[in-house]
């Protein structure tokens, strides 16, 4: 055991490179799974207040099964136990973005349920009182008002998600942290690597922190 | 109906019953209402009308009776089909909070319903926008968003909004009670002028001197039921109920 450890700068200077290779995996991941992720948001949260009690049923079985279990857990069911049922074999990269799409989904869903329910009732009265019909009042009326409510929300929401993408390394996506590991594996600089590997995180996540923060200064206009 | 049109109503309320729950709002209504004809309901707070007129343009479901506007059935239970589409497109509402669209400005407030209801080109929108707001006042805002409006000129707004879809029936519902005192003028002002225009119009309002001075007609509502009906010289000189005159008792000498 050495008790004077030394931080390495080149070390840990010299593994960027590498891990940079992993940052697009990263980005493609969470990136296309939360694309998806709103769509399925979209969808659930709606139905999570529909009328009709069944459908509002299926929406609520969805969002408490995909919330209510790990991110690891469901990759690794999709990535190693649905292959059984569909007979071949699902690329890794597919699994992570198929996992953060029903991930964030299930979360994006109450965010567009909040959303909607906080706009007053009387904006849905003005609108059907002048003739809109439900999906005009909806659609010009409620959504662009709650999506502005809900930008901090989703907001959030991004910045986990592209945070769970870390997990994948562990069915072998080249993503930030498995280019870390592997790199670690040859040099064993593990404080310095790692280090940079959260820097890195750390330079994803603030990005998208500043670009909602202008988005939603921008939105702010006119409110 | 349609060969004396002049005469026929263009609301016709019939036996309407509505409940919240097990309370009983309105108590077999009947009410009609000519062309022209400015009708101003008035009662306490919790009488039920506001829910009358909400029920004018099927944002209350009732349970028992119908209503018919301009030709179209409403029936109960919200089982009215396009018959409710229709009357909303052609009945106005003005509400107690605007309810102005705080995302879009104020002449997109007002041409959204047109272009998107009545299929005008964003031209012609703009152009029955502008007319609109210089006639309630507001044509200097246009392009302001509504939380930049005082709230009288917010209520105008909203007025206009709904007069862009050439409505055959305005609905206002208490329009001035949100308002700070020093506003109320010159909305009333605005539906005066409407009046004056031979706006077909149903006001439930606590503005008592409006009400004798724009009235045709005035409707008493006590508990879900219609108590004193007539013009305003007989209802608020010599009502002869007696719940209307305790009602008229406390709210003129205020």
Sequence with gaps: MDST???????????????????PYTLLISGVGLAIGFVI????????????????????????????????????????GLPQILGGPIDAVTAGIA??????GAYISEIVRGGVQSIERGQREAGLSLGLTRIDTFR?????????????ALGNQGIISIKDTSLFAVIGVGELVRQGQI????????????????????AITLSLSVGLRLLERKGLVGQ | MSQDDDKAPIVRIEALNKHFGSLHVLKDIDLQVAPGEVVVVIGASGSGKSTLIRCVNGLEEFQRGQIEVDGNLLKPNGKSGGALQAIRTEVGMVFQQFNLFPHLSVIDNVMLAPMRVRNVSRQQAEDTATRLLERVGISDQARKFPSQLSGGQQQRVALARALAMEPRLMLFDEPTSALDPEMIGEVLDAMRELAREGMTMMIVTHEMSFAREVADRVIYIHKGEITEEGTPEQVFDNPRNERTQSFLARVLTH
């Design chain 1, 140 to 152: 010009f009326v409620i959504w662009p008002q709650a999506f502005r409510r809900m930008i901090p």
């Design chain 1, 41 to 80: 948001g979209i969808i659930f949260g709606l139905l999570r207040i529909s009328p009709m009690a069944w459908l509002r049923w299926i929406a609520i079985i969805y969002i408490e099964v995909f919330r209510g279990t790990p991110v690891l857990v469901q990759v690794l069911f999709i990535f190693y």
């Design chain 1, 99 to 104: 996992a953060i799409a029903v991930n964030s």
């Design chain 1, 183 to 202: 790199y670690i594996a040859t040099t064993f600089n593990a404080l310095e690597v790692y280090l940079m590997v959260a820097v890195l995180y750390l």
């Design chain 1, 5 to 23: 450890f030394q931080f390495d700068w080149q070390a840990a200077f010299d593994s960027i490179p590498y891990l940079l290779k992993g940052i």
